[in-house]
């Protein structure tokens, strides 16, 4: 618990954090544990598994001790995950209301850049054929593709 509190957590616990969850608060963008503590996270699925805060491993969100500071470091700079779909759309945030707007664009052309890098190698033509971007509960707007990945370059 010292070295996630070094390194910047806003909240560490073990097991009365547990408790404050379970009775509902979940004030936080990312949770995180260690595997000894998943078998008492794992109680919590139905709580965080809905908001997508829920520990995984292939998430990065379960880390040794060792490597706690890394993970948070990551976070508090805004690492997000991506994969397709199963039609072949990718869906991540790119920041918030709060963010002001060069953050906003510089988010969409780092976004875009890590899509363009991990193209496959056996994938021919144009790789990203549209862009859209919406807020949560907002309509889409299209994007110029030229103008998005001119960003990212």
Same mark, same amino acid.
């Given at each position: ?5 070094? !390194? ?24 995180? !544990? ?23 491993? %292939?998430?990065?969100?379960v880390v ?38 060069? %953050? ?19 994938? %021919? ?26 960003l990212a370059?």
């Amino acid at each position: 618990m010292k070295l996630a509190e070094e !390194a910047g957590a806003d909240y560490v616990g073990g097991d009365e954090l547990i408790k404050q969850i379970e009775d509902g608060w979940v004030e936080f963008d990312v949770a995180m !544990a260690t595997p000894d503590m998943m078998p008492k996270v794992a109680k919590l699925g139905r709580i965080l598994g809905r908001r997508g805060l829920m520990p995984n491993p %292939k998430s990065g969100t379960v880390v040794p001790p060792q490597d706690i500071p890394r993970a948070i470091k990551e976070a508090r700079q805004g690492r997000a995950e991506f994969r397709l779909d199963r039609t072949a759309i990718i869906h991540l945030p790119i920041g918030k209301v709060s963010f002001e707007n060069g %953050k906003l664009v510089e988010n969409l052309g780092a976004v875009i850049e890590a899509i363009v890098k991990a193209k496959p190698s056996g994938a %021919k033509g144009q790789y990203i054929k549209s862009i859209s971007l919406c807020s949560t509960m907002g309509a889409g707007l299209k994007v110029d593709v030229r103008s998005a990945l001119a960003l990212a370059a």
